[in-house]
C-alpha cells in the first residue's frame, strides 16, 4: 500500500544549533534590531513566487507569494506571518522562506490585511486581532489543497496572531495543524505598546506611527468617505494611533478593550499543538516578561527559546552560513522536527490499520 504523506520528503533536517552567540558588532540590542532591519542580505534562492488570494471574509482578501515545491502534498506547508508595518517582502519572510524551500517545505508568505500594497483588497484594517483570517487560510489550504501538515510561524504582530489562533482552538485544533511558531510575538499588546513609549524607543514609536499614518491615507484614498483622518496628524503614540484609528475602525470600544481582547497572553493557557516562542531577554519593546507568565511557562506544548541577547526579530549570529539568522534557523529546525514525527506517526497508523484488516 503506498504511503500518500512520503515522510522523507515532509521537509530535510538540518543540524541543531540551539545556542545563540551574537555577532560580535551587534550586542547591544538596538544595534542588533536596527541591523535586521536595513542591513542588506544576500537574495534568496527562491523560484518565482506564485501570488494567491485567500478570501478571509466576505470582501476581504489577503494576498500570499507562495512558493511550491512538485508534489506540494508529499511536503510540510509553512505559512509566514510578518510584523506591525511589513509585508511579504520584509528580510525576516524572505530569508525564512529561502530556508524552508530549501529544506523541502511550500512556503506561503502572507501579506496582513492592507500590507504589501493590497489596500484595495479589504474596506477594514489590519490589527493585532484577527486570527481568523489565519484560520480561514489553514482552511482553504485543507479543504482546496488537501495539503497533510501545516505550520504557521509569525514574526512581532504576526507571531501575537498566530499563537492567538492557535489558544483560540486549543483542543479543537485541526489535525492537519502541526505547530506554530511565534519570533518576539508582542503577546501582551498593552506591555509592549508602554515599552514601545519608554525613554530610549522613540526611534521605533516614530517609524511605526509614520507608517500608519502613511497607510490610512492609502487607505482613505480606496475608500473615500469610509475613514475620517481630521484627527490623525496631532497623533504622535502607537498607543495614540489605536485609540483613535485602530480600536474604533475595528470594533474595539478604545485602545484598552482593544490591547485586552486581542492579546494572545490571554488565551495562552488553551494552546495544546506544538509551539515555539523565540524572543530576546533584550528585547527593546517586548518585555521579556510577558513570556515568565504561568500560563506560558506550564504549558507542556509551548518550549520557550530566550536568549540574552538578540533585540527585536534580530538575532544575527556571529557563525556564518546557514546559522547566520538564528531564528529563522530555529523555526526551520521546528519545522523539519515536527513534520517528521508527524508523519512518521501517520505511517504508524496506516501500517497498522493494514496489518489489522482481515485477510479475504
Not at 2 to 15: D, H, K, L, T
Not at 113 to 136: F, H, I, K, M, Q
Not at 291 to 304: C, E, G, K, M, T
Request: net charge positive.
Amino acid at each position: 500500500m503506498s504511503n500518500p504523506v512520503a515522510p522523507q520528503r515532509m521537509m530535510g533536517r538540518i543540524e541543531p544549533m540551539l545556542e545563540f552567540t551574537p555577532h560580535p558588532l551587534l550586542r547591544n540590542a538596538h544595534a542588533m534590531t536596527v541591523a535586521a532591519a536595513i542591513l542588506p542580505r544576500r537574495a534568496p534562492r527562491l523560484p518565482p513566487a506564485v501570488n494567491r488570494l485567500f478570501e478571509v471574509e466576505a470582501g476581504t482578501q489577503l494576498l500570499a507569494r507562495c512558493h511550491w515545491q512538485e508534489q506540494p502534498r508529499e511536503h510540510a506547508t509553512l505559512v509566514l506571518v510578518h510584523g506591525l508595518e511589513g509585508s511579504s517582502e520584509s528580510p525576516y519572510m524572505r530569508t525564512l522562506a529561502e530556508k524552508a524551500f530549501l529544506a523541502g517545505g511550500n512556503v506561503l508568505r502572507v501579506n496582513q490585511r492592507n500590507c504589501g500594497g493590497t489596500e484595495r483588497l479589504t474596506p477594514a484594517l489590519y490589527n493585532s486581532g484577527l486570527s481568523g483570517d489565519y484560520r480561514a487560510i489553514l482552511g482553504e489550504l485543507l479543504a482546496r489543497d488537501k495539503l497533510p501538515a501545516v505550520f504557521f510561524a509569525g514574526y512581532s504582530m504576526g507571531g501575537n496572531l498566530v499563537l492567538k489562533m492557535a489558544g483560540e482552538w486549543g483542543a479543537s485544533a485541526p489535525a492537519e495543524l502541526r505547530g506554530v511558531c511565534g519570533v518576539c510575538p508582542t503577546l501582551d499588546l498593552a506591555a509592549c505598546v508602554d515599552a514601545l513609549a519608554a525613554p530610549g524607543n522613540g526611534l521605533y514609536e516614530w517609524h511605526f506611527v509614520r507608517g500608519l499614518k502613511a497607510r490610512m491615507r492609502r487607505k482613505a484614498r480606496w475608500f473615500a468617505g469610509r475613514y475620517d483622518l481630521s484627527g490623525m496628524d496631532g497623533l504622535r503614540t502607537v498607543r495614540e494611533f489605536d485609540d483613535v484609528i485602530t480600536a474604533p475602525y475595528s470594533g474595539y470600544r478604545d485602545a484598552v478593550d482593544y490591547y485586552h481582547r486581542a492579546s494572545a497572553v490571554r488565551v495562552a493557557r488553551a494552546i495544546s499543538v506544538p509551539t515555539l516562542i523565540i524572543t530576546a531577554q533584550d528585547d527593546p519593546f517586548v518585555p521579556f516578561g510577558s513570556f515568565q507568565v504561568p500560563d506560558i511557562a506550564s504549558n507542556a506544548h509551548i518550549r520557550l527559546l530566550a536568549p540574552e541577547r538578540g533585540g527585536h526579530c534580530g538575532f544575527i549570529s556571529r557563525a556564518g552560513g546557514t546559522e547566520r539568522y538564528w531564528a529563522e534557523a530555529r523555526v526551520v529546525e521546528f519545522v523539519s522536527d515536527h513534520a517528521a514525527a508527524g508523519a512518521a506517526a501517520i505511517d504508524h497508523s496506516m501500517r497498522s490499520a493494514t496489518s489489522e484488516r482481515p485477510l479475504t
